[in-house]
């Protein structure tokens, strides 16, 4: 290889980006989705419980100290919140 080779080489190399350190934009896109899912997975995990909920019966529901008011208000409640 001639000099000139090697220097054009690592003028290229220096203009890379280097990918293995996170940059600003990518940590942030990066937390946005660790939150969605762990968002997604904490309102799945409200929608089976509550599906549990409505199992229950009568004795179960006092066994808990649950009314039928209590039970039906968290029943009514979207998975989300």
């Given at each position: ?46 929608a089976r419980t509550r599906r549990l909920l409505a199992q229950l019966d009568d004795r ?22």
């Open positions: 290889m001639e000099l000139s080779t090697y220097q054009d080489r690592d003028r290229a190399m220096k203009n890379l980006q280097d990918f293995s350190i996170p940059s600003a934009q990518s940590r942030t896109c990066q937390h946005w989705l660790r939150g969605l899912l762990k968002g997604l997975c904490a309102g799945l995990e409200r179960q529901l006092s066994d808990l100290g649950i009314s039928h008011a209590d039970r039906s208000h968290e029943l009514d409640k979207p998975f989300w919140r």
